[in-house]
């Protein structure tokens, strides 16, 4: 039962830590690129903001893939980017490198405090921790992925490249400048325009959100709250989901068939203990009984030398000498005692050895008198 209870505890501590693990890759925001770059090996960023809230994908603005947030002062930032590359046995591709650069501007209002630069070759992801200044309330970061590929195709001997742009404020106003937010008309509004300004601003909306291509969809990557998305993005979604899934069903099975090798190996050691016990017990129980048996056939042997020495007589060592009666018989004279003795004792007529009186059976070989 202890060992059963240490191993649900094993197996609850690790499903607790991959669960932990496998969690951002639900919560990371996840754009499809054009046909075109994924024809030459690249097939989706991931782009995540951990820390921002209501972060979510506005569009393709100066050929950049535009992401907004919520922060707040001296908040923790985790940025994500990825790049997914379609497997080189697929693509006539002999050599690829690739390149990561972050830019990372803090502003206070429109004035900027400092500016930062990452850079990562060589490597499919990148995650870089970043902590909001106390003073700031805007920050704007640069993502690129550059992939260049090496080919004997001059088609695909070409470096592909792709451009993020992230705007996390404290500030709406900043954030709906960025999301080209369309304005309406309310009574109730003090910022409300004309009827023809808000449509002028939603045919704006609408014809930067077509010039973002099919691939790019609206999404929120925190809280859902984008609902239009592109055919691709959500099949490239769902098949992460069902990846996960299937890997999280993979690795549950894994623990437990090992958990049940474990268990299963000592049940056998138990029981071979418990064999080994008993075969001990039972041999301590035949060493008893024939150490009885020994005991018993010493004893009998000991009877029947007393027996044997009872039925010779007295010796003339024993013999009184004063006694008249018991003086020694002349030649001619019939041993009267020894007469009676050999009346009284009789001996197995199959093993010999001595007859108790009134005895039916030989103790020694059982055989009848």
């Known amino acids: 039962m ?89 693509l006539p591709i002999t050599g690829r490198t690739n390149l990561i650069r972050l830019q990372v501007t803090v502003k206070k209002g429109d004035t900027v405090i400092k500016t930062e630069n ?22 704007e970061v640069i993502e690129l992925f550059a992939l260049t590929n090496k080919s004997k195709d001059s088609k695909f001997n070409q470096k592909v490249t ?58 929120d990557g925190k809280n859902g709250k984008g609902t239009e998305e592109s055919p691709e993005a959500e099949a490239a979604k769902r098949f992460t989901r ?23 190996k000592s049940n056998r050691i138990a029981s071979d203990r418990l064999a080994r016990k008993e075969q001990l017990r039972l041999q301590a129980i035949e060493r008893q009984k024939q150490l009885k048996q020994n005991s018993q056939q010493e004893e009998t042997q000991e009877e029947w030398q007393e027996e044997i020495q009872r039925t010779d007589g007295p010796t003339e060592d024993t013999l009184p000498p004063d006694n008249p009666q018991h003086a020694i018989p002349q030649a001619g004279e019939p041993n009267a005692s020894a007469a009676t ?19 039916k059976f030989c103790e020694n070989c059982g055989s009848k008198v």
């Open 118 to 139: 990452f850079r990562k070759e060589n490597v499919n992801s990148v995650f870089l921790n970043y902590t909001v200044p106390k003073d700031a309330d805007t920050l």
């Open 341 to 359: 003795g050999a009346a009284q004792t009789s001996y197995c007529q199959n093993c010999g050895a001595p007859l108790k009186a009134n005895s």
């Open 162 to 219: 792709t451009v993020n742009k992230l705007v996390l404020s404290a500030r709406e106003d900043v954030l709906a400048a960025v999301a080209g937010q369309p304005v309406t008309t309310d009574s109730s509004d003090k910022k409300a325009t004309p009827d023809t300004d808000g449509k002028k601003t939603k045919v704006d909306a609408n014809k930067n959100k077509e010039g973002s291509g099919k691939n790019t969809g609206k999404t």
């Open 242 to 264: 069902i990846v996960s899934g299937i890997a999280f069903l993979v690795f549950l099975a894994g623990i437990g068939f090992h958990f049940f090798l474990k268990n299963k």
């Open 2 to 90: 202890k060992t059963f209870s240490k191993s649900i505890a094993k197996l609850t501590i690790l499903t607790i830590l991959f669960c932990l693990f496998s969690l951002p890759c639900f919560a990371e925001l996840r754009r499809v690129p054009a046909a075109s770059i994924v024809e030459q090996g690249l097939t989706a960023i991931t782009v995540d903001a951990e820390g921002a809230e209501d972060f979510r994908y506005v569009g393709l603005k100066d050929k950049r893939h535009t992401y907004v947030g919520k922060i707040k002062p001296e908040s923790k930032i985790k940025f994500v980017i990825s790049g997914s590359l379609k497997s080189a046995k697929e």
